[in-house]
Nanobody, 114 residues
Framework: QVQLVESGGGLVQPGGSLRLSCAAS????????MRWYRQAPGKDRAMVAS????????NYADSVKGRFTISRDNAKDNVFLQMNSLKVEDTAVYYC???????WGQGTQVTVSS
């Protein structure tokens, strides 16, 4: 069955960096576009970034453009989210998602606080 396992979250100070990873299994990873979403307390889940099957096209929410970078390694079935210049408002649970399969990971908590 499809499994998506996020890791790399944690507590970081404003201005810091984190790299999230999502390990995929149970499907042909290279055949599917991938997305990262986040959900802050009391808010709806919102898309952060997306990447096409080959990684050739990426898209970002306006709030993270220039700070976050999505990438993937199709040889290792992983998708990544490099997050730089983190802000307090980036605090959320971050999820990876396969839109064509409507499958979510369990999420990883990112907390940005001084």
């Amino acid at each position: 069955q499809v499994q998506l396992v996020e890791s790399g979250g944690g507590l970081v100070q404003p201005g810091g960096s984190l790299r999230l990873s999502c390990a995929a299994s149970g499907f042909t990873f290279s055949a599917y576009a991938m997305r990262w979403y986040r959900q802050a307390p009391g808010k709806d889940r919102a898309m952060v970034a997306s990447i096409t099957r080959t990684g050739g096209i990426t898209n970002y929410a306006d709030s993270v453009k220039g700070r976050f970078t999505i990438s993937r390694d199709n040889a290792k079935d992983n998708v990544f989210l490099q997050m730089n210049s983190l802000k307090v408002e980036d605090t959320a649970v971050y999820y990876c998602y396969v839109p064509a399969l409507e499958q979510w990971g369990q999420g990883t908590q990112v907390t940005v606080s001084s």
